[in-house]
């Protein structure tokens, strides 16, 4: 009889293996998001539209004591968490938004995060009934919402 025992993998190896999936998922998914949301941002600054969104939004993003350009935040986090990410920071890197506003974001940020990816990606194919999709969206805004403000009183 042979007396043969699975090799035990080494603690370096797993790691390599670790860093070449973050490697993909970095280079796929995480920068791609946020290098559209720099280059939407700075178009819409050139366009004038930030300006015009701040205004716009500043009464409803003020309840939450926010710039109405926070606005720019939320649309963001809808369509990609990364892209929100990215969206902060340029809007951080400007002086629109401060340390206390990004604390406020955040929360929302993952609440509310990438439902129009997921509305496609999951939603459809595990057969969610159309008619319950905006319950769960609203819901997932409210949430965001009700963080914020709690954020926003703790702050």
């Known amino acids: 009889m042979s007396n043969v025992t699975a090799k035990k993998p080494m603690v370096t190896d797993i790691f390599v293996e670790g860093a070449k999936k973050g490697w993909v998922i970095a280079t796929t998914s995480t920068v791609p998001n946020v290098l559209m949301a720099f280059v939407i941002i700075k178009a819409l600054q050139i366009t004038g539209a930030l300006a015009l969104m701040g205004t716009v939004f500043s009464p409803i993003m003020a309840v939450f004591g926010l710039p109405g350009e926070a606005a720019a935040v939320l649309i963001g986090a809808w369509m990609s968490m990364g892209g929100a990410v990215g969206v902060v920071i340029t809007l951080f890197d400007q002086g629109i938004l401060n340390g ?5 974001l955040a929360p929302a940020i993952y609440l509310m995060g990438s439902q129009v990816q997921y509305m ?30 709690v954020m926003n009183i703790i702050l």
Not at 100 to 104: C, L, Q, T
Not at 132 to 140: D, E, G, L, N, R
């Open 120 to 149: 496609g990606r999951i939603m459809g194919p595990i057969g969610t009934e159309g008619r319950y999709i905006p319950v769960m969206i609203a819901i997932s805004v409210l949430n965001a919402f009700g963080a914020m403000l």
């Open 100 to 104: 206390a506003h990004i604390a406020i």
